[in-house]
């Protein structure tokens, strides 16, 4: 499990970096919210929990229930997010429309890694089962 948590931090760290960069340019405010790193922790922190519970989930399962805690977690993920965004909107925030921008911005980047580590695992499965 280790290692799925590992490529979750490294790509949180990737994406603090282009955030970071991105925030060096003299416009940057007109893009990037102040909030941003807000999104991003929570963004991490949920991605963190997907990556561990989705390998639980390939290590543990049978092969028909994994298709379920895939498209559980897929769900947790978005119900989650929109309470995020529910709580943090409706508490005042400023600049809500480019909160929300960059919010979905960072959720789609988690959401291809998440799919990306789903099928890279799918693929080692897939072949240690043709070997048998």
């Not at 940057?28 to 963190?48: N, R």
């Not at 993920?77 to 409706?90: A, C, E, K, P």
């Amino acid at each position: 499990m280790g290692k799925e948590i590992l490529k979750s931090l490294i790509a949180s760290m990737l994406l603090a970096g282009v955030i970071f960069g991105l925030h060096q340019i003299e416009a940057s405010e007109k893009f990037i919210h102040p909030g941003i790193w807000t999104i991003v922790i929570f963004s991490a922190l949920l991605g963190m929990l997907v990556v561990a519970v989705g390998h639980w989930g390939l290590t543990t399962l049978d092969a028909q229930t994994r298709t379920n805690l895939f498209l559980g977690l897929t769900v947790m993920r978005l119900l989650l997010s929109m309470i995020f965004i529910g709580i943090v909107v409706f508490a005042g925030l400023e600049g809500k429309v480019l909160w929300v921008a960059n919010f979905f911005a960072v959720y789609l980047f988690y959401l291809v890694f998440e799919i990306y580590t789903i099928l890279s695992n799918l693929r080692a499965i897939s072949t240690e089962g043709e070997k048998t």
